[in-house]
Nanobody, 125 residues
Framework: QVQLVESGGGLVQPGGSLRLSCAASGGSFSSSFMAWFRQAPGKEREFVAAIRWNSGYTGYADSVKGRFSISRDKAESMVYLQMNSLKPEDTAVYYC??????????????????WGQGTQVTVSS
């Protein structure tokens, strides 16, 4: 059974950086996308970034392009989200997810079947 465990969240000042980690276990990810979503209080869960496990293809939400970077370490079964130039509007619970999404659907919540428990990111002075 696939399991995902996020870590690395915390409190950071505007303009600061954080790196989130997602440890994946219990399955094969060769045909999968790995993604980060976030959910702020009172808002729907939204796509942040995704990476195709085998090819390394990446995609980003417009709101984070140029500031966030997703990567994976295949040997360690880890996925990372490097977040730079953080803004207060980036405050949310960040979730790691995996699923057999395709290029036309990898930004959609419904394309992902396994989710981590989430890690809180708070950007505030």
């Amino acid at each position: 059974q696939v399991q995902l465990v996020e870590s690395g969240g915390g409190l950071v000042q505007p303009g600061g950086s954080l790196r989130l980690s997602c440890a994946a276990s219990g399955g094969s990810f060769s045909s999968s996308f790995m993604a980060w979503f976030r959910q702020a209080p009172g808002k729907e869960r939204e796509f942040v970034a995704a990476i195709r496990w085998n090819s390394g293809y990446t995609g980003y939400a417009d709101s984070v392009k140029g500031r966030f970077s997703i990567s994976r370490d295949k040997a360690e079964s880890m996925v990372y989200l490097q977040m730079n130039s953080l803004k207060p509007e980036d405050t949310a619970v960040y979730y790691c997810a995996t699923g057999r999404a395709i290029l036309s659907s990898y930004t959609q919540v419904s394309s992902y079947t396994t989710w981590g428990q989430g890690t809180q990111v708070t950007v505030s002075s």
